[in-house]
């Protein structure tokens, strides 16, 4: 038997001591470097140069076109026309967040919604990935992305929960995981009220002195939450595009004898959820009728099977102060009206 002890005694030679120190070096150097790049410090790493938009395109009569080209599409920021980087067809797969408000607010037709959000995912393309997030006053996921969809339905199914709603902590959170998802197309689907509980507390002190709906509205700008805006600019560093499903059970016209201070909260609420589908190219859904929603969810599924996907860089010879860029999207054929999101502000 070798005896270890006389090995590990006998005197290393420094020729061997300095490359033993170099290869330590190097490994560590490595590992560094590898741990930077997996993010562990910052999970979302975007390439804030490029811009991408998911862009629909109709006809007059508001049909969905599907068969165009790179060669079709003109693409201007601040009136100066960019070079299309990559084009994505309106077949490419998706990374979905779909965003399920489990707060008290849901309680009464949680199994309409389950089974209006099972229809949605039955409606996808096989090569989507979905990732389930669930969110009342805490935030949580209940089936990470993937295109196996039994196992998205089950997590649906499962879905539970009550007590308040942190709606923009869950965006953030989903915007979050979406970052992981690489260079892949992505947007969230979220079926809310959209009454934040901590927003909504201080929309209410806002308009605490109110004496009428009109100046509590007034003593409210929804679109300068803080909140709401990190939002919007994390969606456009990566961009996503966000599709609100509004419940009936937050529109401020169906409030039985509100005081001035609901009215604000409702009107607000609502104002940020069209803000929040306009600035990143989606669309606002209100549901009416919750017999509507497994309707209205297969109506999204759709408007996602015909987005394309534009990327480009802005042209380094424009100007590149901070502020809002705005974007413009021409199509070559006249009787066609393409659609995204209006800009993003550059930092």
Known sequence: MTDFRFAFRCPLKKPFVAALALLLFCALAST?????????????????SLVQLNVGVVDRQGRAVTTLSPKDFAVYEEGVRQTIQSFEPVNSPFSLVLLLDMSGSTL?????????????????????????IAFNDKVKTLAGFSNDYKKIAYAIQYADGKGGTEFYQALAYSLSELGKETKRRKAIVVLTDGIDTQMGNKDRAAAAGAQTNDTAIAAIKPDASGSLNAVLNAADRQGVTIYPLALPSGDPKRIADPSPQQMAVYTSARSRL????????????????????????????????????????????????AGWRAIRIEVAHPELVARTRPGYFAR
């Open 32 to 48: 560094q470097s590898a741990l930077a790049q997996d993010g562990s410090d910052d999970p979302i790493r975007i390439d804030t």
């Open 108 to 132: 009464s037709f949680r199994a309409t919604l389950k089974q209006a959000a099972i229809r949605f995912i039955d409606a996808l393309a096989p090569e989507d990935r979905v990732a389930v």
């Open 274 to 321: 069209q803000k929040l589908a306009d600035r990143t190219g989606g669309r606002l859904n209100e549901i009416r009728r919750l017999e509507d929603l497994g309707y209205l969810y297969a109506e999204v599924a759709a408007d996602l099977r015909s987005l394309y996907t534009i990327t480009y860089r802005p042209a380094s010879d424009q100007p590149r102060s």
